[in-house]
């Protein structure tokens, strides 16, 4: 496929953004600054997306640009001696008009028509493009069979949002249900149990046996009233309308919010035996949830009244609640498996969460994060602290184990955030694996996006993989990637 560079503009100059349906906002305390008028909670689609060493964005042509890692881009970005081809800058995706939304992983991208109906491309290894058939027009090295044009998801209609994990994907349908496809090994899609009704290989990323995967799309079980979606790498949540939230899938980091890292499906349910739930599961001693963000294998959730609480692996502190060692029980070495509230957190408009940190929006337009810090991730023009997690004989690296304010980025409309690499190479994660850094793009207030982070691939968009600055990418890692530790200017937009 080749793309094309244009003159772009961005599908909002406001907050006001372009998205399915009617816009969202709800009040919340002022405060970090504000000028005492009451905050609105961003509840819908930004037009702005962040995944493994890939972001996209809508424009206001109701297109589509995306840079980062580009299995039909002109350019090749070497990390750790492994060719991966990708874009350094934005880049039209052909074909694509009257978009609504989009949504990365990095590996498979969605986007929503103005029809209702959805489009994917990238990887199929596991079914994720909805196409009806494990094979793909393409082969990706790393990925399997796959596809550099977007494809229609088969059987699929009235759909007003999407969520991507690393190998699955979820819709959110106009009357509150939700479909899901692609790998079910740990209970991604919720039909109550990790078996069929496909069945797929891990071929080639870790030659296990077959295991089940859905190639279109089938039926959350029981679930109702949902207004929005996340999904981190194996799991998925969804935002109810009465301000509770159900997740689904991967457990072994605590990330259902069970209050328990064992289950609740039994332990030989899932594959690799590792903690799972088949069917949506109420999240424990929350309420009032305005909107939500999925990390790796964390969550958070903003509430009506400003303040954030998180639950599930805190390797890196990506909860917010300083550095501990409470296991929970978790088949992850540290977790919580209810929400904590984020310390010292008010007045938040909206969140994003990458691998392993987590960014909120106060309402005076500035940007607070917290978690790994080792690529850059926390903006802080440093990638040596202010703390160190996760000191045992496997991992380490630096963190904030509170937040702490983005110097100098300022009248922030949005924000996304996007999940580390676990290898040199691009590769679909595996389930447990230990991601931690990532990308963070902000949409500043001359509707122009900023980014900051990795730049392994290309992800902050600004013409080349190489610099502005060096840092170790990988907790543990001995080989040096390009990042950014401030924000940069995504060219072209």
């Known amino acids: 496929m080749a793309a094309h560079r244009t003159t772009m503009a961005l599908a909002f100059a406001t907050l006001a953004v372009s998205g399915c349906g009617a816009r969202t906002e709800l009040s919340a305390p002022a405060r970090h600054g504000d000028s005492g008028a009451a905050c609105p909670i961003v509840t819908t689609d930004v037009g702005l997306t962040v995944g493994r060493g890939r972001a996209c964005a809508l424009l206001s042509s109701g297109e589509v640009a995306c840079w980062g890692v580009d299995y039909s881009g002109s350019e090749t970005c070497v ?8 874009s350094t800058k934005p880049l039209v995706v052909p074909g694509l008009s009257d978009i609504v939304s989009v949504e990365t992983s990095g ?10 109906s959805v489009s994917c491309w990238g990887s199929n290894a596991f079914g994720a493009l909805g196409i009806g058939t494990l094979q793909g027009p393409e082969t990706c090295s790393n990925l399997g069979p796959c596809s ?4 229609d998801v088969q059987g699929l209609s009235n759909v007003t949002a999407v969520a991507l994990g690393q190998k699955h994907v979820c819709a959110l349908l106009s009357d509150g249900t939700v479909a899901c496809w692609g790998d079910n090994s740990l209970g991604q899609l919720g039909v109550g ?25 089938v039926a959350v079980a029981g679930l109702s009233g949902v207004i929005a979606l996340a999904a981190g790498t194996a799991h998925t949540c969804a935002l109810l309308g009465d301000g509770q939230v159900a997740c689904w899938g991967a457990n072994y980091g605590g990330q259902i919010g069970t209050g328990s890292g064992q289950g609740p499906d039994p332990w030989s349910t899932c594959d690799e035996e590792m903690n799972c739930s088949t069917k949506p599961f109420v999240v424990k001693d929350l309420d009032q949830a305005a909107a939500i963000a999925a990390g790796d294998n964390h969550m958070c959730a903003l509430r009506q009244d400003g303040t954030v609480r998180c639950w599930g692996a805190k390797d890196f502190s990506q909860l917010g609640i300083g550095v ?15 929400p904590v509230e984020v310390k010292d957190l008010t007045g938040v408009r909206a969140i994003a969460a990458g691998g392993s940190f987590t960014c909120a929006l106060s309402c005076d337009g500035g940007m607070w994060c917290w978690g790994y810090n080792g690529s850059g991730d926390l903006g ?12 045992d004989n496997d991992y380490s690296g630096t963190c904030s184990p509170a937040p702490v304010a983005i110097p100098g ?17 691009f590769t679909l994660t595996e389930a447990g694996a230990l991601t931690a850094g990532g990308t963070v793009c902000a949409i500043v207030e001359n509707a122009t996006i900023e980014c900051w982070g990795d730049n392994a691939f290309g992800t902050l968009g600004i013409g080349t993989n190489v610099g502005p600055d060096q840092c170790a990418g990988e907790p543990m890692s001995a080989t040096a990637v390009s990042c950014s530790m401030t924000p940069v200017l995504v060219s072209g937009l």
């Not at 550099?148 to 494809?151: D, G, K, V």
């Not at 409470?326 to 498996?337: A, N, V």
């Not at 980025?409 to 190479?425: E, Q």
């Open 193 to 217: 149990t990790a078996d069929g009704p496909d069945a797929c290989s891990n071929e080639p990323i870790t030659n296990s046996s077959h295991h089940g995967c859905s190639t279109k799309p």
């Open 324 to 338: 501990n060692h409470d296991t929970d029980g978790c088949q992850l070495s540290y977790c919580k498996t209810k």
């Open 409 to 425: 980025l300022k009248g922030v409309a949005a924000i996304a955030a996007g999940s580390g690499r676990s290898s040199g190479a």
């Open 380 to 391: 802080l023009g440093e990638n040596t602290g202010p703390a160190t997690c996760h000191e």
């Open 107 to 116: 590996p498979i991208t969605c986007v929503l028509r103005a029809t209702g």
């Open 79 to 86: 990390v750790a001696g492994v060719d991966t081809p990708c």
């Open 148 to 151: 550099h044009t977007p494809l």
